[in-house]
């Protein structure tokens, strides 16, 4: 059974740093994508960003600069580096891996519109002073 977790989130000010890493079991990087969307609170979920063997990386251009995304040697912990945070990134963020979507800004950009195969139980993220 393919489980995603996810840990590193919590409370930051602003300007300053998280990174969140997405554990998958059953799972790695050989087989497809593994990404990150984001929710906020009265808002729809959207893309962040992924990795894949087959497409390379893919970051949102919302956070392009500040968020990097990146691999370990397993290819099975993807960690979501985020950086310079402000408040309007405050979300519960989202693991999602998927065999058959590949990386790209097509899918990932924008309102989530369905069709991961994966996902984690979330975690929140909250930039305040």
């Known amino acids: 059974e393919v489980q995603l977790v996810e840990s590193g989130g919590g409370l930051v000010r602003p300007g300053g740093s998280l990174r969140l890493s997405c554990a998958a079991s059953e799972f790695s990087l050989d087989e497809g994508v593994i990404g990150w969307f984001r929710q906020a609170p009265g808002k729809e979920r959207e893309g962040v960003s992924c990795?894949?063997?087959?497409?390379?990386?893919y970051v949102s251009q919302d956070v392009r600069g500040r968020f990097t995304i990146s691999t370990d040697n397993t290819r099975n912990t993807v960690y979501l580096q985020m950086d310079n945070l402000a408040p309007e990134d405050s979300a519960h963020y989202y693991c999602?891996?998927?065999?058959?979507?590949?990386?790209?800004?097509?899918?990932?950009?924008?309102?989530?519109?369905?069709?991961?195969?994966?996902w984690g139980k979330g975690i929140l993220v909250t930039v305040s002073s």
């Open positions: 990795i894949s063997r087959e497409d390379g990386t």
């Open positions: 999602a891996a998927d065999r058959e979507r590949g990386c790209r800004g097509g899918y990932w950009y924008g309102p989530y519109v369905g069709g991961m195969e994966y």
